[in-house]
């Protein structure tokens, strides 16, 4: 082969590979925002704390990532049993609330901020890896476009709380990893994360598991976010 022909065919193989990888992009961002303005329990109405029963829970986001808020502890399920302040770097403060998230352990353990995002473990995240269980404990977070209130019936939170337990190793066998900072630590999942089981999509699962109206495929914040009302 000469080297023009041999130029000419990379240059075409550079191109296929290119519109190949926009084609896939666009595909995906467009599936997302189909998937996301599906709902499921699409008849569900949230309750009224001034009627009945309530136990409001938060959903945060910081654009990119999803996480469920909830008080640590109250008469329906007290999460300091499984997610012990002693767990903490930091375990002096009077913290009210935990959040849980959920991501693959090779990203989630290697990349503290978007500064330390390594291509390759982006990668490898989305091919399929261990998930682990991101909990962070706060005190008295305040509602905000970022952390909006939602408001569940005793029955819906019972669900919401079983539905996360049930995916966490027992407690005698899990594995604890220091998180970001001086109060959020990792623990092990029984689950896989992949493409569609990402953190955004396991936020809307839980969810809909809940019995919470919710998006179908929500791999984006936004996909989830969009369903929770504003708080402010």
């Given at each position: 082969m000469s080297d023009k022909a041999k130029q000419s065919f990379i240059w075409r193989t550079v191109k296929w590979a290119s519109f190949t990888l926009t084609a896939l992009t666009l595909g995906l961002f467009l599936s997302a925002w189909i998937g996301a303005l599906i709902p499921r329990n699409a008849d569900w109405v949230e309750p009224d704390p001034k009627a009945e029963e309530t136990i409001p829970i938060m959903i945060g986001t910081n654009g990119?990532?999803?996480?469920?808020?909830?008080?640590?502890?109250n008469a329906y399920r007290d999460w300091l049993a499984l997610f012990p302040l002693t767990d903490l770097p930091h375990n002096g403060r009077p913290y009210t609330h935990v959040s849980v998230s959920w991501g693959e352990r090779a990203f989630f353990l290697e990349t503290?901020?978007?500064?330390?995002?390594n291509p390759i473990t982006a990668i490898g995240a989305l091919t399929g890896g261990d998930a682990v269980a991101h909990v962070a404990h706060y005190v008295r977070p305040a509602p905000s476009d970022s952390f909006r209130i939602l408001h569940l019936r005793p029955a819906e939170y019972r669900r919401l709380t079983d539905a996360i337990e049930n995916q966490l190793v027992p407690d005698h066998t899990s594995t604890r990893v220091a998180g970001y900072s001086d109060h959020d630590v990792f623990y092990d999942t029984l689950e896989t994360y992949h493409l569609g089981n990402t953190c955004n999509q396991w936020t809307a699962d839980q969810l809909f598991k809940a019995g919470v109206k919710t998006g179908s495929w929500t791999p984006m914040a936004g996909g989830v976010m969009q369903w929770v009302p504003r708080t402010v």
């Open positions: 990119i990532h999803t996480e469920i808020v909830m008080p640590n502890s503290p901020s978007w500064t330390d995002l």
